[in-house]
T-cell receptor, first 114, second 119 residues
Framework: QKEVEQNSGPLSVPEGAIASLNCTYS??????FFWYRQYSGKSPELIMS????GDKEDGRFTAQLNKASQYVSLLIRDSQPSDSATYLC??????????????FGKGTRLSVIA | GAVVSQHPSWVICKSGTSVKIECRSL??????MFWYRQFPKQSLMLMAT?????????EQGVEKDKFLINHASLTLSTLTVTSAHPEDSSFYIC???????????????FGPGTRLTVL
């Protein structure tokens, strides 16, 4: 089982719809969770972090965490064509030292159709 | 968020030459920096972990003598691609983690990347 799994997509949604991106992780002791957005030809950009079960909202983005199910998701409301990118889920494993990198999923490609 | 810079943003070199890429954390101290490589339409691949004042830790399959990493200070790490060949052409991205006392909730911040083309 991969440590962090995401559906590679592409996930296509119409403009204005809600895009739902999902991620599962294998290490039950994982402590913190991140979503990065990567546009084609660019480096990843941190857009959300979440540490506790439940929802965390920031503008059009909502991150959801369920540690019991080992599941984290990202919702994008009122999707715009400019949201078209690859979204990377990253996990900071439990008891991880500072010099251990985040574990990244392979990313889900989102395409928002105008 | 914290800012990480990389220089150069792109470089074209001849086969057999060496190329140095700099990664700087601009507004925070980073005891640890990470170097990634990404080929077109592929996922990030971690190459090595760079620790200030000590030797880098390389991922399996990454040649440490080919990809030299130096982390001279808390704000600067360099990656040198030695004797570059066309197959080394890729997008190289560094990432830094802020020096925190706690250590559990550390995001990684990415530099803008360096596109290397070896002719």
């Amino acid at each position: 089982q991969k440590e962090v799994e995401q559906n590679s997509g592409p996930l296509s949604v119409p403009e204005g719809a809600i895009a739902s991106l999902n991620c599962t992780y294998s290490d039950r002791g994982s402590q913190s969770f991140f979503w990065y957005r990567q546009y084609s030809g660019k480096s990843p950009e941190l857009i959300m972090s979440i540490y506790s079960n439940g929802d965390k909202e920031d503008g059009r983005f909502t991150a959801q965490l369920n540690k019991a199910s080992q599941y984290v998701s990202l919702l994008i409301r009122d999707s715009q064509p400019s949201d078209s990118a690859t979204y990377l889920c990253a996990v900071n494993k439990g008891h991880q030292r500072r010099n251990t990198p985040l574990v990244f999923g392979k990313g889900t490609r989102l395409s928002v159709i105008a | 968020g914290a800012v990480v810079s990389q220089h150069p943003s792109w470089v074209i070199c001849k086969s057999g030459t060496s190329v140095k890429i700099e990664c700087r954390s601009l507004d925070f101290q980073a005891t640890t920096m990470f170097w990634y490589r990404q080929f077109p339409k592929q996922s990030l691949m971690l190459m090595a972990t760079s620790n200030e004042g000590s030797k880098a830790t390389y991922e399996q399959g990454v040649e440490k003598d080919k990809f030299l990493i130096n982390h001279a200070s808390l704000t600067l790490s360099t990656l040198t691609v030695t004797s570059a060949h066309p197959e080394d052409s890729s997008f190289y991205i560094c990432s830094a983690r802020e020096l925190w006392a706690g250590g559990l909730y550390n995001e990684q911040f990415f530099g803008p990347g360096t596109r290397l083309t070896v002719l």
